[in-house]
């Protein structure tokens, strides 16, 4: 078995750090900057998102920062499940949180996510 190919898949914190082993992730060039495309971790971004209940915390994050409790009414979940899906955003850098005593208010992490999010949006409402 060559090592520019085994992919280890455990969890999603794992995925994200170690994605792939060897060369392979530094294979494609990023013809906009020129630049080695980090294939590995573009791969696991896009499995990260491929969560409903990951995207709609992330699309009512988009409109501000929001407390655990109104982000688990927003999608749906528990206080626990809404949790366990926002330290998966947070290990992947996709938001942030501030602590104001014993509660926790999450924010996209910078301006890349939500126009990120916008732009698959746009892309899925396309008509071809």
Do not use: W
């Not at 971004?45 to 990951?54: E, N």
């Not at 979940?77 to 938001?95: D, G």
């Not at 301006?111 to 698959?120: G, N, S, T, Y």
């Amino acid at each position: 078995m060559q090592v520019s190919t085994v992919c280890t898949v455990l969890t999603y914190e794992y995925l994200l750090r170690y994605s792939c082993i060897g060369m392979s992730r530094l294979s494609k060039i990023n013809l906009r900057t020129g630049a080695p495309m980090a294939v590995g971790e573009v791969a696991a971004l896009f499995k990260l998102l491929g969560d409903p209940s990951r995207l709609s915390l992330l699309d009512r994050l988009s409109h501000g920062e929001c407390c655990v409790s109104d982000l688990a009414s927003h999608a749906g979940l528990t206080e626990s499940a809404t949790s366990h899906q926002l330290r998966l955003l947070r290990t992947a850098h996709l938001v942030r949180v501030r602590k104001d005593g014993r509660q926790a208010f999450y924010a996209l992490d910078d301006a890349h996510v939500a126009r990120l999010l916008k732009d698959a949006a746009a892309h899925a409402g396309e008509r071809r």
